[in-house]
């Protein structure tokens, strides 16, 4: 079965920091672009952060600076860092991973999608 699993969110004050987590299985990501979206009460769905097929890394504007994402192929597993953190970035983050391409086409399609995991940044 092919599964995206998101972990690592959770309550955090503002200033905080959390490693959201990203583990595949049915597939490995070796060939696939991947990344993060994030969606919050009442607004669209944000492209966040993303690793491309290519090598290539993508961040939002509105997060820039304060996110690193990384890969471990052994694990099959993306991470993604996220310091800094304010309450504007609450929301529900989702794994997202397109095969080939790169982050530009990521941003637009995908082949598998997370569940999702709820961050919360007090302020």
């Known amino acids: 079965e092919v599964q995206l699993v998101e972990s690592g969110g959770g309550f955090v004050q503002a200033g905080g920091s959390l490693r959201l987590s990203c583990a595949a299985s049915?597939?490995?990501?070796?060939?696939?672009?991947v990344g993060w979206f994030r969606q919050a009460p009442g607004k669209g769905r944000e492209g966040v952060s993303c690793?491309?097929?290519?090598?290539?890394?993508l961040y939002a504007d509105s997060m820039k600076g304060r996110l690193t994402i990384s890969s471990d192929d052994a694990k099959n597993t993306v991470y993604l860092q996220m310091n800094s953190l304010k309450p504007e970035d609450t929301a529900v983050y989702y794994c997202?991973?397109?095969?080939?391409?790169?982050?530009?086409?990521?941003?637009?399609?995908?082949?598998?999608w997370g569940q999702g995991t709820q961050v919360t940044v007090s302020g």
């Open positions: 049915g597939f490995t990501f070796d060939s696939y672009s």
């Open positions: 690793i491309g097929s290519d090598g290539g890394t």
């Open positions: 997202a991973a397109l095969h080939g391409g790169n982050c530009v086409e990521w941003l637009k399609r995908h082949h598998y």
